[in-house]
């Protein structure tokens, strides 16, 4: 930001020298023409800053947010506590949850919002998805909220999306000992993934 300042004083006081200089016409003409390709360049330059400044979240990093609306198991929707209020739908990453239709579906959502709907939290945004949606960790104080709800069954570990081995064995772990003790939707004897209702339903 510093150096982008000191680039428009520079401009500013070329400007205002410029008519100063006793050249002919053609220099006039030059230094113009060099003046305007500068001022697009610098124009550019502000917008990719500012773009940069206001994109409400970013992968990578973490926000303190407050929770506006959970729609299902994994997916709610948070505003920040910056001047615009920014706005996103966040997806759960690393867990799926059953869909609202789905066995075991609504007690996923009721489980959700009783822990962080109204609620303040902290997101760490680890990618942002196909249909445009954060996907991130929710932190409710230092409680891991991904990993509660696969402890609580009432999630599956989305394992296709957890690239490190320690991460998923130890997600893994939580999954079956959640399985062993039937909690959640695992008291059902055949509870069936949501990535496979999902595609029992478009067919």
Known sequence: ?????AVILQLVLLIWILPLLNLSITWQIVLGLVLLCFSYYLLHKITVYLKDVF??????????CRVKAVSDGDTLTCYR????????KLRFAFVDAPESSQAYG?????LVK????NKMVR????????????VGVVYRYRKNINEEIVKRGAAWVYEEYIKDKNHLRYMMELQN???KQKKGLW???RPIRPSVYRKQVKS
């Open 187 to 189: 008291k059902s004897s």
């Open 123 to 134: 997101v760490k945004i680890t990618d942002i998805d196909r249909y445009g949606r954060c």
């Open 55 to 64: 994109r409400p979240f970013k992968k990578g990093k973490k926000y303190w």
């Open 177 to 179: 000992k959640a399985k």
């Open 81 to 88: 506590f910056n001047i615009r209020r920014s706005e996103t």
């Open 1 to 5: 930001m510093a150096r982008l300042l």
């Open 114 to 117: 009783s822990m962080v709907n």
């Open 106 to 110: 609504k007690e996923s959502q009721r």
